[in-house]
């Protein structure tokens, strides 16, 4: 066993002078850049003919089978607003040995246990200042049953907990916190007093994991959602103990992360307003984007969308090279409700077997920020630059599935849109721009 006095260490690295140096490389040996093209209208980079009278259908859809097992970050709290309803956020998490082989507190006695989360963001509908602090109750469950680090847990997952808390305490939890520490109480030292374990799995027989929940209280009531680092220093579960031969505190954290300790989040959404409500009762999986669309992120809701005129419009334009192209998601006033909007979106295309994977115009997005996806908010609009999709659909129009949009980090950001939908005699209305020539 590995018995250490209490202390904390940081290690900081230095790694400016590398980046600088790979900074000059790359501005020495790319001619060409993107500097200063969101300044302009990309469209007006680009010869060619214009067309941007192509008919676009899209549906909002229930997300329900969005994975979220062993991602580094999770959300937990309440938010709700009179659009998407009600989002409840939890955590479920294993703790694991931190160390190789087994650990014993075989006649050592347990002063205290402190679980401990990593803070990384708060999302609310109203911006709060630095200053503010949240009032919250925070609950940490056992759970009755076992968790798996091999096994997948989607959004909709959840696991039967014990009757009885390790923790249930009205905090207060300011928005320049980095942490938040919760001293367990004596029921959960059994565990470890006066216990050997051998191996990972024999203490995660007796310590199945937790269940953990936050909900916010008084003014910040159903109002407050924080994400948290599974994988961060502060993060994880630590027994302070001494040793009956000695009396110099000792300690020993287990993890949250690594090959042996299973963690996702669950999230569950109730209430939807007009026209969501049919999502309530899962009368329907998609509700029509004549007028609105919808994003929601923590497997909340997603847009699928078609463009049905193009085969015909190829057919027409066998020979065309489609320079630029791209598809503008205006966003609706009533979203200032809502709190800050998302801040991007992103774009998948869908293949024969229903499953998406990303389109090419984000693929290059790695290497050269072609895509965009980011909000504008001088023109209160999402544009996503789709040229390399959409010269495949013309070229290849019977391989064309449709695309799915999604909110960027859509698993650990609270922030929801919505946005004006397809009907053109919208003033504002989602619309695909095509800039092309034809070959001879």
């Given at each position: 066993?590995?018995?250490?006095?209490?202390?904390?260490?940081?290690?900081?690295?230095?790694?400016?002078?590398?980046?600088?140096?790979?900074?000059?490389?790359?501005?020495?040996?790319?001619?060409?850049?993107?500097?200063?093209?969101?300044?302009?209208?990309?469209?007006?980079?680009?010869?060619?003919?214009?067309?941007?009278?192509l008919t676009v259908t899209a549906y909002t859809?229930?997300?329900?089978?969005?994975?979220?097992?062993?991602?580094?970050?999770?959300?937990?709290?309440?938010?709700?607003?009179?659009?998407?309803?009600?989002?409840?956020?939890?955590?479920?998490?294993?703790?694991?040995?931190?160390?190789?082989?087994?650990?014993?507190?075989?006649?050592?006695?347990?002063?205290?246990?402190?679980?401990?989360?990593?803070?990384?963001?708060?999302?609310?509908?109203?911006?709060?200042?630095?200053?503010?602090?949240?009032?919250?109750?925070?609950?940490?469950?056992?759970?009755?049953?076992?968790?798996?680090?091999?096994?997948?847990?989607?959004?909709?997952?959840?696991?039967?907990?014990?009757?009885?808390?390790?923790?249930?305490?009205?905090?207060?939890?300011?928005?320049?916190?980095?942490?938040?520490?919760?001293?367990?109480?004596?029921?959960?030292?059994?565990?470890?007093?006066?216990?050997?374990?051998?191996?990972?799995?024999?203490?995660?027989?007796?310590?199945?994991?937790?269940?953990?929940?936050?909900?916010?209280?008084?003014?910040?009531a159903d109002n407050m959602m924080m994400t948290?680092?599974?994988?961060?220093?502060?993060?994880?579960?630590?027994?302070?103990?001494?040793?009956?031969?000695?009396?110099?505190?000792?300690?020993?954290?287990?993890?949250?992360?690594?090959?042996?300790?299973?963690?996702?989040n669950g999230y569950r959404h109730t209430n939807?307003?007009?026209?969501?409500?049919?999502?309530?009762?899962?009368?329907?999986?998609?509700?029509?984007?004549?007028?609105?669309?919808?994003?929601?992120?923590?497997?909340?809701?997603?847009?699928?969308?078609?463009?049905?005129?193009?085969?015909?419009?190829?057919?027409?334009?066998?020979?065309?090279?489609?320079?630029?192209?791209?598809?503008?998601?205006?966003?609706?006033?009533?979203?200032?409700?809502?709190?800050?909007?998302?801040?991007?979106?992103?774009?998948?295309?869908?293949?024969?077997?229903?499953?998406?994977?990303?389109?090419?115009?984000?693929?290059?997005?790695?290497?050269?920020?072609?895509?965009?996806?980011?909000?504008?908010?001088?023109?209160?609009?999402?544009?996503?630059?789709?040229?390399?999709?959409?010269?495949?659909?013309?070229?290849?129009?019977?391989?064309?599935?449709?695309?799915?949009?999604?909110?960027?980090?859509?698993?650990?950001?609270?922030?929801?849109?919505?946005?004006?939908?397809?009907?053109?005699?919208?003033?504002?209305?989602?619309?695909?721009?095509?800039?092309?020539?034809?070959?001879?």
């Amino acid at each position: 066993m590995n018995k250490t006095k209490s202390s904390i260490k940081v290690l900081v690295c230095s790694g400016i002078a590398l980046l600088m140096g790979l900074c000059a490389f790359t501005a020495c040996t790319h001619e060409d850049t993107d500097m200063g093209l969101n300044l302009n209208d990309p469209a007006a980079l680009y010869n060619g003919t214009l067309c941007d009278t192509l008919t676009v259908t899209a549906y909002t859809c229930r997300e329900d089978s969005m994975t979220t097992s062993n991602y580094q970050n999770g959300v937990i709290g309440v938010l709700q607003n009179n659009v998407f309803g009600k989002t409840e956020a939890v955590m479920y998490t294993q703790a694991a040995l931190s160390t190789t082989g087994g650990i014993s507190f075989e006649s050592d006695i347990i002063d205290s246990v402190v679980l401990s989360l990593a803070i990384t963001d708060f999302f609310s509908t109203d911006a709060k200042d630095s200053n503010y602090v949240y009032t919250a109750r925070m609950r940490v469950i056992p759970l009755a049953d076992p968790m798996y680090v091999d096994s997948t847990y989607y959004a909709c997952s959840d696991i039967q907990c014990l009757r009885m808390v390790y923790f249930d305490s009205v905090l207060r939890i300011g928005v320049s916190d980095t942490a938040v520490h919760l001293k367990l109480n004596s029921s959960i030292r059994s565990i470890f007093e006066n216990k050997v374990y051998a191996n990972n799995e024999d203490f995660q027989t007796a310590l199945r994991g937790f269940k953990i929940v936050l909900e916010p209280e008084g003014a910040d009531a159903d109002n407050m959602m924080m994400t948290v680092n599974y994988a961060a220093a502060y993060t994880g579960l630590t027994v302070h103990f001494h040793s009956n031969n000695d009396t110099l505190p000792l300690d020993y954290s287990f993890v949250f992360t690594g090959t042996s300790a299973a963690h996702f989040n669950g999230y569950r959404h109730t209430n939807y307003a007009s026209p969501l409500s049919a999502f309530n009762t899962n009368v329907k999986d998609s509700v029509s984007g004549t007028q609105k669309l919808y994003l929601q992120p923590l497997g909340g809701t997603f847009v699928k969308m078609r463009f049905p005129t193009l085969k015909q419009w190829s057919a027409q334009h066998p020979n065309a090279v489609v320079h630029h192209a791209q598809i503008i998601l205006p966003v609706a006033d009533e979203t200032s409700a809502l709190g800050e909007k998302a801040s991007r979106v992103l774009c998948y295309k869908y293949q024969s077997n229903g499953k998406v994977t990303l389109i090419p115009d984000m693929m290059d997005a790695l290497l050269n920020g072609g895509f965009d996806g980011n909000y504008d908010k001088d023109k209160k609009q999402y544009r996503m630059r789709v040229s390399r999709q959409i010269q495949q659909a013309v070229s290849f129009p019977a391989n064309d599935y449709g695309l799915a949009v999604y909110i960027d980090a859509r698993r650990i950001s609270a922030k929801q849109v919505i946005l004006f939908g397809t009907d053109k005699t919208l003033a504002k209305h989602v619309k695909l721009e095509i800039i092309y020539s034809e070959t001879k």
